[in-house]
């Protein structure tokens, strides 16, 4: 029977119920960084490239980060073992740790970082939304200039989400002042044009996401075009495919923005060949055997 397991610190245990101290600074200042990662059928799919974000993300913040990349990623897989989950998410959190509330940072030689990763089954998104596609409401970007550190301060992603949420939409796409689209609360947009995918260019204004690089070597492969670089809102509800994507989503076709149609309102070709593409790479990494997905 597979469990949802919590490796705290060097310590494992049940992740139900498990407690931070009151004052670790994640808890007091929302300080600190994250990752998302994916398990399919046991394996890790680009685990690699998660742990080199995180070690960005740290030193992002000055935050040293315990231990090296081969001794997370091989803690982390004996976890997901152990946990008996096959299809599992991992989320793993790094925080200065636990000292009196100041906002100067504790000493490194008196108090040690908080570092736990949590094992729970991976999310099934609805299959109807991969065929139909979803709808995007606007939001505007409110967040920080370091959006591309992973970091837990998360309170502007949260509200655009929840709000799009109530306006009856699946992600909040976000604009900024100048009225260019960024990225999603939590997925990172793309719109096509003419054949060409257009999509954010990866600075400090979003989160480079893992799944976007796989997108980017997709869209290589397959021979289409990308142009990394910002469009308006206006100009992304005029495009003719759009899509989103995430660790969990991988990618997902986009068929509405606001009140508007994106291209014929059904998923697009371009956005189906990469989005077969991505999930072929993830069969193949993960060993799944094609006719398991069908
Ligand atoms: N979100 N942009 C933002 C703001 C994100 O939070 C995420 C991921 C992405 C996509 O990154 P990736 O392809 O590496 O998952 C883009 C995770 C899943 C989360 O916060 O739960």
Same mark, same amino acid.
């Given at each position: 029977?597979?469990?949802?397991?919590?490796?705290? *610190?060097?310590?494992?245990?049940? /992740?139900? $119920?498990?407690?931070?101290?009151?004052?670790?600074?994640?808890?007091?200042?929302?300080?600190?960084?994250?990752?998302?990662?994916?398990?399919?059928?046991?394996?890790?799919?680009?685990?690699?490239?998660? %742990?080199?974000?995180?070690?960005? #993300?740290?030193?992002?913040?000055?935050?040293?980060?315990?231990?090296?990349?081969?001794?997370?990623?091989?803690?982390?897989?004996?976890?997901?073992?152990?946990?008996?989950?096959?299809?599992?998410?991992?989320?793993?959190?790094?925080?200065?740790?636990? !000292?009196?509330? *100041?906002?100067?940072?504790?000493?490194?030689?008196?108090?040690?970082?908080?570092?736990?990763?949590?094992?729970?089954?991976?999310?099934?998104?609805?299959?109807?939304?991969?065929?139909?596609?979803?709808?995007?409401?606007?939001?505007?970007?409110?967040?920080?200039?370091?959006?591309?550190?992973?970091?837990?301060?998360?309170?502007?992603?949260?509200?655009?989400?929840?709000?799009?949420?109530?306006?009856? $939409?699946?992600? /909040? %796409?976000?604009?900024?002042?100048?009225?260019?689209?960024?990225?999603?609360?939590? #997925?990172? !947009?793309?719109?096509?044009?003419?054949?060409?995918?257009?999509?954010?260019?990866?600075? *400090?204004?979003?989160?480079?996401?893992?799944?976007?690089?796989?997108?980017?070597? !997709? /869209?290589?492969? @397959?021979?289409?075009?990308?142009?990394?670089?910002?469009?308006? %809102?206006?100009?992304?509800?005029?495009?003719?495919?759009?899509?989103?994507?995430?660790?969990?989503?991988?990618?997902?076709?986009?068929?509405?923005?606001?009140?508007?149609?994106?291209?014929?309102?059904?998923?697009?070709?371009?956005? @189906?060949?990469?989005?077969? /593409?991505?999930?072929?790479?993830?069969?193949?990494?993960?060993?799944?055997?094609?006719?398991?997905? !069908?």
């Amino acid at each position: 029977m597979p469990r949802d397991l919590l490796w705290i *610190n060097g310590e494992t245990m049940p /992740a139900e $119920g498990a407690l931070l101290p009151l004052e670790d600074r994640a808890t007091v200042f929302g300080e600190g960084i994250y990752e998302v990662a994916i398990f399919y059928d046991g394996q890790p799919f680009m685990l690699r490239e998660h %742990l080199e974000r995180w070690e960005q #993300s740290a030193a992002g913040i000055e935050l040293v980060s315990p231990g090296t990349l081969e001794e997370r990623e091989a803690r982390i897989c004996a976890l997901v073992e152990q946990s008996g989950h096959l299809d599992a998410l991992v989320y793993g959190q790094l925080s200065r740790g636990h !000292a009196r509330r *100041n906002h100067l940072f504790p000493d490194p030689l008196a108090v040690a970082p908080t570092e736990f990763w949590i094992v729970r089954k991976a999310p099934v998104h609805k299959p109807e939304c991969y065929r139909t596609g979803v709808r995007l409401v606007s939001q505007p970007d409110e967040r920080w200039a370091h959006c591309h550190y992973k970091t837990i301060s998360l309170l502007p992603n949260c509200l655009a989400k929840e709000r799009a949420h109530r306006a009856g $939409g699946y992600e /909040a %796409l976000l604009y900024r002042e100048d009225g260019t689209v960024t990225e999603c609360s939590s #997925s990172n !947009a793309y719109c096509v044009r003419g054949g060409v995918v257009w999509t954010h260019p990866a600075t *400090n204004r979003i989160l480079e996401g893992v799944t976007r690089q796989a997108i980017m070597a !997709a /869209a290589a492969s @397959l021979g289409i075009p990308v142009r990394e670089q910002a469009v308006t %809102l206006e100009e992304f509800k005029q495009a003719d495919e759009a899509f989103i994507s995430s660790t969990t989503m991988e990618v997902m076709p986009v068929t509405a923005v606001d009140e508007a149609h994106i291209g014929a309102a059904k998923p697009g070709p371009v956005t @189906l060949r990469l989005r077969e /593409a991505v999930r072929a790479r993830v069969m193949r990494e993960c060993g799944i055997p094609q006719a398991e997905t !069908a």
